[in-house]
């Protein structure tokens, strides 16, 4: 079993186990990435080759990021989100607010769930104990206040045009700590994508792994200080709708040190309560049942608890659906990650959403027994 992240979580030490995990992967010729409406890159993408073209597209997805993000300035953000399906179903009602840098509270009302949390300093407090964050909450944050791309030095860049909605787009297909060439031909399993309207300057959708969107609406967007800031979005996950978010007003944030006070609350320690989504992969071998002679892939999604526990596992995609119900339990039991390892002394307890990739080799292509 092989386990990378983003670069940014990346610790050096951890690189060479990374890289490898990635020359392994490529030994596999992998099946295609299913279709999806939101999949906007159909054809080829085509490699960055030189410092102009990285510059370029790294300049349009790191604008898209600073024209729409509400925390370049103060703020008072309020979002609500009908969550559908068996995790966390029902109306919730988000508020973030931020006078200053160093200073954010926001409180969230969802079924069976609510909290008041807060960010004084760099130490977090909140009503709730370092127990995990519902999966859905995650997510809606993620879609929020995480789209900002890392391309580190390490990282592969491939584009590709595309359209959605009669609206043309830009998309930057990103693999992290590629260890190697981009790959070719149409979107590869482990590359997060980013499309952008190079004409309003906005990011339109966003997949950190296929089988995963989510499409931003501007159809009614707020101007804020000088940034556009979307009326809504929604995140689909294997071709269903799961959220349905509408932004309800974005202004100053109100003139109440008080709401800023910390008693009562439970200080769980400096950082926040949630990273961006973290991304594992492996191999196994396909299953002596199966009928195929390739290799096949099935992606799964999950949340992790501060202290390792996986739940909530959901299917993204796959190219086999006799092997979904195998991977599903194997991925219910996965200990990897950073399990047991986040909460350093002092440290926030971390919950993280969690993307597993498993590549189902034929056995002469499979180098090593399942983990």
Known sequence: MHTCRHATLVLIALLPVCLAAQAVSQQIVEPPVPSDPLELVTGDAQPVTDTAQRAEIVNLLLNAHKNSNVRAQPYDLKTSFTVEGSLSAGQWLMEDMSPSAGLYRWTVQGPNYSAVNMNVNRVFYSTQPATGLPLRLIQVREAIFKTQPMVGPYATLRTANGSLNGVDVVCALITHNAGG??????????????????????????????????????????????????????????????????????????????????TGLNQLGVGAIMSSAWHSWMRRPLPASSQSATAQVVELHAMQSPTGEVSDVELLASTDSSLNESATAFASQWHGGMMGQDSQAGATPQSHEIVLTIDYAPSEASSAPPQ
């Open 181 to 262: 060439p981009a790959g070719t031909g149409g979107r590869q399993w482990r590359e997060e994508e980013y499309c952008v309207d190079p004409k309003a300057g906005t990011l339109v959708t966003y997949s950190e792994a296929p089988g995963e969107y989510v499409h931003y609406d501007y159809s009614s967007a707020i101007q804020f200080h000088g940034k556009l800031i979307p009326n809504g979005f929604t995140i689909t996950q294997a071709g269903q709708t799961i959220v349905e978010a509408q932004t309800q007003s974005v202004t100053d944030p109100a003139n109440n040190p008080a709401a800023f006070q910390t």
